[in-house]
């Protein structure tokens, strides 16, 4: 995963809480993803970005919202923590011809 | 939008036998079906892709075919060792940007 970094790696938060989650990466990739991952539903995409202030909603948006005020990084934000948003989540990045995502290492968010 | 399905779910060989994982999509347009293998803590990791004007890839012990008529598409490990062992997941898409991911197949490669 060399190029791209996820904090907090684990974290625990309570229902109500807001929440940040960090993707840095290091490639100067210009199109950056935040997916989910949960048993028996495979990873799915909960927003991505096209570029610096550039975002657009994924398949699960809902009770998300995300960042970009510079290349490198991109953020997902839960304003409410909920016990439904508890999963593994990953940020990738592609370069300019958008395919053959590189993924971090994941975020473990756990909502008691 | 696209669906995109994965069997088996799970999956056990011998070493040195072959593995075979499935998955179909629904959508004609996607033309890009890419392979990731992910080992536990660790984010999933491309290992090989397709896309709709080409049949076949090789890449010495896995291949991925597409049958774009039957909208379906294989990842085939020949000579499998344990370090195949790990969840792979198929992915379909036509945008480049938005995939769709099949729910994972978690192989184990038996000594």
Not at chain 1, 64 to 90: C, G, I, M, N, P
Request: with cysteine; hydrophobic share 25%; proline share 4%.
């Amino acid at each position: 995963d060399a190029g791209i970094t996820q904090s907090p790696r684990h974290k625990v938060t309570e229902t109500g809480t807001p929440v940040t989650l960090r993707c840095h990466q290091t490639e100067n990739h210009r199109y950056m993803y935040w997916y989910r991952q949960d048993p028996g539903h495979g990873l799915r995409l909960i927003h991505y970005s096209y570029g610096v202030k550039d975002t657009d909603k994924g398949e699960v948006s809902d009770g998300y919202s995300v960042s970009r005020s510079k290349t490198e990084d991109f953020l997902l934000t839960l304003e409410s923590a909920t016990s439904s948003q508890t999963s593994v989540y990953f940020c990738a990045t592609t370069g300019e011809n958008g395919y053959g995502y590189t993924f971090g290492s994941g975020t473990r968010l756990t909502v008691v | 939008g696209e669906n995109v399905e994965q069997h088996p779910s799970t999956l056990s060989v011998q070493e040195g036998d072959s593995a075979v994982i499935k998955c179909t999509y629904s959508d004609s347009a996607s033309n890009y079906f890419p392979w990731y293998k992910q080992e536990l803590g660790k984010g999933p990791q491309l290992i090989i892709d397709i896309r709709s004007n080409v049949g076949e890839k090789k890449d010495q012990r896995i291949a991925v075919t597409l049958n774009k008529t039957a909208k379906h598409f294989s990842l085939h490990i020949t000579e499998t060792q344990p370090e195949d062992s790990a969840v792979y997941f198929c992915a379909a898409s036509h945008t480049g940007n938005q995939f769709y991911f099949g729910t994972g197949t978690s192989l184990t490669v038996i000594p």
